[in-house]
């Protein structure tokens, strides 16, 4: 029986290494080349594995990027997330949420996956599909800041879409601009009167209750 635990534990940590090595690989190719340059055989042959292993774990080049996409909206999300965390105020953690995504995004890796190749790579209704984490964040978000009393309660679905959709739309444009730091420093300035207006306020901080 301990045998049978030890075999199955092994092939399920060869499975994984697999599947690791695949998708690391598969984003450096990505990175590098963009998704159309990059090849099922590039991507076996850096990561050591054979075709049939790739088909093993992928059913094609598509799948495995959008394995690649979701990873990095997971990291781009726990970046939010300790940046929101970190402010004692709410609107105050939204602000600094919203800003750590947009520098995290030009990181050049992150940008090339999730601002240039993903659009062409997959479709809007799965890049929908895998940002629906991101999007119920901040509706998360929001919904704490309007029960701190940082700003009005109201229907929060459509200010979480209105917010949402203008921070990934500002993320493409920095990512895209000749000076993307000038941009970002752009964009924040705007973003800080945005979420000011959102609050009511003339500053985008907290208001404490009584």
């Known amino acids: 029986m301990?045998?049978?635990?030890?075999?199955?534990?092994?092939?399920?940590?060869?499975?994984?290494?697999t599947?690791?090595?695949?998708?690391s690989t598969a984003r450096e190719l990505f990175a590098e080349q963009g998704f159309a340059a990059t090849s099922l055989g590039a991507i076996c042959e850096r990561a050591g594995v054979t075709r049939g292993a790739f088909y093993h774990h992928f059913s094609n080049k598509e799948q495995i990027f959008r394995e690649v996409y979701t990873a990095e909206q997971k990291g781009l999300a726990a970046v939010v997330r300790r940046a929101f965390q970190a402010e004692r105020d709410p609107w105050d953690g939204m602000f600094a949420g919203c800003e750590a995504l947009l520098e995290a995004s030009l990181e050049p890796t992150v940008r090339r996956i999730t601002l240039v190749e993903a659009p062409g790579a997959l479709d809007w209704v799965a890049l929908r599909d895998i940002q629906a984490g991101c999007k119920e964040q901040m509706h998360s978000g929001l919904a704490v800041a309007v029960e701190a009393g940082c700003i009005p309660a109201r229907p929060?679905?459509?200010l979480t879409s209105l917010l949402y959709g203008a921070i990934c739309e500002s993320a493409l444009d920095i990512a895209r601009a000749e000076d993307q730091r000038a941009a970002l420093r752009d964009t924040l300035t705007q973003l800080d009167l945005l979420l000011a207006g959102a609050a009511g306020r003339t500053t985008s901080g907290c208001a404490h209750k009584d």
């Not at 599947?19 to 998708?23: M, R």
């Open 2 to 17: 301990a045998a049978h635990t030890t075999s199955r534990r092994s092939q399920q940590e060869r499975t994984k290494a």
């Open 19 to 23: 599947t690791d090595a695949l998708l």
């Open 156 to 158: 929060l679905a459509p």
